[in-house]
């Protein structure tokens, strides 16, 4: 059975600003906990989520680019031998604009069952509404005290 | 936030995301086998979960799949939820589960 899960938030900013905060290092370290992704953003580039201390957490490759509307990452995570078995994910970061704002839909998914989905469940409504703060107020959320440590 | 707390505010739309809780990207179809109401109600239902961003949905070949979308949920946590009482209400919470649980 495939798994996955689909998060909407819709950002009073412009495509280009959310396309930049998603990719660029500096604006992701702000809202991400600290984490940044290494990456060229070419297709078939390779991708590293890498913590504020130099933990390489999580790597893949970029499957499908079109700034700033299209990102699909092949996603594996590195730190937790139970999610590492379980192999690759696919992640999508879609940026539509509706008027005013912004609609981010980020779909992360597997073929098959998969113990990353579950995990990435917790953090994503997390990353969003803290990205979401940044964007509109120029302001992250200050990291929550239960953010499981990597 | 209104819309959020509207569409919280009935409990067939709660027992609707409670389904999607269960198994996330269920079908208008399957949502209706499960919810004991009829197919317009059900999608009436729906729509104002869309509509406050609390059930996103994906086209998937000719098919409709809802999905639960807690960020606005997630939101209104933040709002009113600091820093440092997150560990404490979790710790609340989950004592509440266990001793309820016992209780059956």
């Known amino acids: 059975m495939s798994s996955n899960f689909v998060y909407v938030t819709y950002i009073r900013t412009t495509p280009e600003k959310l396309w930049d905060a998603l990719t660029k290092p500096e604006f992701t370290k702000q809202y991400w906990f600290g984490f940044h992704q290494d990456c060229e953003w070419t297709k078939g580039s390779s991708w590293k989520l890498v913590s504020g201390d130099g933990m390489v957490a999580d790597t893949g490759e970029v499957l499908e680019i079109d700034p700033p509307s299209r990102l699909v990452l092949k996603w594996r995570n590195e730190f937790r031998p139970e999610l590492k078995a379980d192999g690759y994910t696919r992640c999508t970061f879609a940026v539509e604009r509706l008027g005013e704002l912004v609609k981010l839909t980020i779909t992360h998914e597997a073929d098959d069952a998969h113990k990353m989905i579950a995990a990435v469940s917790q953090g994503w409504p997390q990353i969003l509404s803290s990205l979401k703060s940044l964007l509109e107020t120029g302001h992250a959320l200050p990291r929550p005290d239960t953010l499981p440590k990597g | ?104």
């Open chain 2, 1 to 104: 936030m209104d819309a959020v707390f509207k569409a919280l505010a009935g409990p067939t739309r709660r027992r609707l995301l409670d389904t999607l809780r269960a198994r996330n990207g269920q079908t208008l179809g399957e949502l209706c086998g499960r919810a004991d109401m009829t197919r317009q109600a059900v999608t009436k239902h729906l729509a104002i979960l869309e509509e406050a961003n609390l059930v996103a949905t994906e086209k998937r070949g000719r098919e409709k799949l809802h999905y639960l979308n807690p960020v606005p949920i997630h939101d209104i946590a933040e709002r009113w939820i600091g820093k440092f009482e997150r560990g404490r209400l979790s710790a609340l919470s989950d004592l509440k589960k266990n001793l309820e649980r016992e209780e059956r």
